[in-house]
């Protein structure tokens, strides 16, 4: 399984940011996908996941009114799309996958068995 992680950037607080992860290596509606975070010197933190057949999504309290997680099983793509950035935001944007059977959102890093490069996001104040 590869997962590659693309559309961080440099952009100021208030923008916004579509970050996308392709996956290969196996059938996408297998997993079930995250996104997780990591800024300067901070553990990796849990941001958003949805289920292998987008029927359900989950976000943590401090993103949940500002990004949107979503997945097309047919482009073997997941995406996140990040409004109203805050500084806060600054972190390695990491996206995540886990085959399984069961249709639910998985919302710990030690669910997860693949795992992408990650995709930079700095927000300018």
């Known amino acids: 399984v590869q997962l590659v992680e693309s559309g961080g950037g440099l952009v100021q607080a208030g923008g916004s940011l579509t970050l996308s992860c392709a996956a290969s290596?196996?059938?996408?509606?297998?997993?079930?996908l995250g996104w997780f975070r990591q800024a300067p010197d901070k553990e990796r933190e849990f941001v958003a996941a949805?289920?292998?057949?987008?029927?359900?999504?989950y976000y943590s309290d401090s993103v949940k009114d500002r990004f949107n997680i979503s997945r097309d099983n047919l482009k073997n793509t997941l995406y996140l799309q990040i409004d109203s950035l805050r500084p806060e935001d600054t972190a390695v944007y990491y996206c995540?996958?886990?085959?399984?059977?069961?249709?639910?959102?998985?919302?710990?890093?030690?669910?997860?068995?693949?795992w992408g490069q990650g995709t930079r996001v700095t927000v300018s104040s």
């Open positions: 995540a996958a886990s085959v399984t059977d069961l249709v639910r959102v998985l919302l710990t890093a030690k669910e997860y068995n693949y």
């Open positions: 290596g196996r059938t996408f509606t297998t997993y079930a």
């Open positions: 949805i289920n292998r057949l987008a029927t359900g999504t």
